[in-house]
């Protein structure tokens, strides 16, 4: 069973959706205790940094996702969802993300913010989450801060916005996409349908 | 890097797509949830979804219409038209919708763009601007381009920024359905005068326009309707046109 965590703050029927579409049974998360049913976890993110951690706080999934991340259990964040792995982003300061892994999240400094549309993905090297996927592929993009990885074996692909920025992390069962699979047509449907198949 | 967009908007009233020029004279042209399924295999980069039936009634069919479309298309869609409350927001967004457009309502409660913001997330809220030309100046206007609202459409553009709005619909009612080419003078006022994408809608008739709309109006994405509904280009054909004019697509 897929669990996707809802802290009350994001739009999660799109992701929802994309797994109805795939024929995978989701279940949505509303505390903590929600995980026990579940094998594997999505972590959709909009909104703010700060107020997106804070909520997980008050929900209890702050402590639990951080266990299911440090057992490696299989974890897909997504946008903001991905950027709560790391240390902290500048949107919020002082709020600590997971910590899985080290790094942080600038806000982009040149072209339109949120950068908001369809972006290519450079792939860096092999992930089974971008089986059948072409290198160049587009996926819809949405967000104002990126992530600033400190230790570059866990990216996978990296997209250019005035900067070349990581657009795509794992490491063993935990995956962060920095873009929208579920509203990508039908190469984020290929994405979803990979990430379910692999682990 | 970044496309350029290409946004086919359905003008819905009562569950039928309708087109009409400079905003009057509306003319029946098809099933809104077929159309998006078309428009999605042409290579539509988003969809807006505009209530003009301006109704409780007809509104809560075009949410339904939503809610189809996002069982089957899965690329981002906007929904617009009458919502006045976070309340109808979030009835727009569990059904399905990714973004919300309000026009009349900002104008009226400017508030209600920084509490959508902070519910959901600036990146939810579309502003969209009606504005019409007086003297050489652009002003806003409310209730489907009926009512001037006396404020300077690039100052509101500005202040919707300010607001918390993550993007700016802006529609010229001057060129609405006309053909005769987008506000180029217009969107890159806005354009240059905000840092959120800027939609250019309003009288597309062909490629060339967009070329312009892009290239010298600087617009980070543009709106089609009549010219598509009525089958004159596919989506496709323009993707084309824009790429030999090296303007980068999906």
């Known amino acids: ?24 049974k989701t279940m949505i998360a509303i505390k903590a205790a929600d995980l026990k049913k579940a094998d594997r976890i999505v972590l959709p993110g909009v909104g703010a940094f700060g107020s ?63 950068q908001m549309g369809w972006n290519q993905i450079n792939i860096t090297r092999e992930s089974p989450l971008l089986k059948g996927i072409p290198n160049k592929s587009f996926f819809y993009f949405l967000h104002g801060y990126y992530v600033e990885v400190e230790n570059k074996d866990i990216v996978t692909a990296t997209t250019d916005y005035f900067i070349t920025y990581t657009s795509m992390i794992e490491k063993g069962n935990v995956f962060g996409v920095q873009f929208h699979p579920e509203k990508s047509g039908e190469m984020g449907l290929k994405m979803l349908r990979n990430w379910v198949e692999i682990c | 890097m970044l496309a350029t967009r290409i946004i086919p908007c359905l003008d819905v009233d009562f569950g039928k797509v309708v087109k009409g020029i400079k905003f009057k004279d509306l003319d029946n042209v098809g099933d809104p949830v077929e159309m998006a399924k078309v428009y999605n295999e042409q290579g539509a980069d988003e969809l807006t979804f505009l209530d003009i039936g301006a109704s409780y009634k007809s509104r809560k069919i075009l949410i ?40 009349t309502s900002a104008i009226e409660n400017p508030s209600l763009i920084t509490e959508g913001a902070e519910i959901f997330g600036s990146q939810c809220i579309v502003l969209s601007i009606d504005a019409k030309r007086h003297n050489g100046s652009w002003y806003a206007y409310t209730h489907g381009g ?88 596919t989506i496709k054909d323009i993707k084309e046109y824009l790429k030999n004019k090296e303007i980068c697509v999906r």
């Open chain 2, 64 to 103: 339904e219409v939503v809610e189809k479309v996002s069982e089957k298309v899965f690329i981002p869609l906007t929904v617009g038209g009458g919502l006045r409350s976070s309340e109808d927001m979030r009835n727009a967004l569990t059904s399905g919708a990714d973004k919300v457009a309000i026009c």
């Open chain 1, 1 to 24: 069973m897929i669990a996707i965590i809802d802290y009350g703050a994001g739009n999660l029927r799109s992701v929802k959706k994309a797994f109805d579409h795939l024929e995978r």
């Open chain 2, 146 to 233: 009926r009512n001037n609202s006396g404020i300077d459409a690039i100052t509101w553009a500005k202040e919707g920024e300010n607001l918390g709005a993550g993007e700016i619909l802006l529609n010229s009612i001057d060129k609405d359905g006309t053909k005769e080419g987008y506000d180029l003078e217009l969107t890159r006022k806005i354009s240059e005068s905000v840092n959120i994408p800027v939609i250019a809608s309003g009288g597309a008739g062909n490629p060339q326009q967009m070329v312009e709309a892009i290239k010298c109006g600087k617009a980070d994405a543009v709106l089609l309707a009549s010219l598509l509904h009525y089958g004159e280009y």
């Open chain 1, 52 to 114: 997106a951690i804070k909520k997980l706080q008050e929900t209890g999934f702050y402590e639990a996702t951080q266990a299911w991340i440090s057992e490696d259990r299989p974890f897909l964040g997504i946008c903001l969802g991905m950027q709560m792995l790391f240390e902290e982003s500048l949107e919020t300061k002082d709020t600590k993300g997971f910590g899985a892994f080290k790094g942080k999240c600038p806000r982009f400094k040149k072209g339109k913010v949120p």
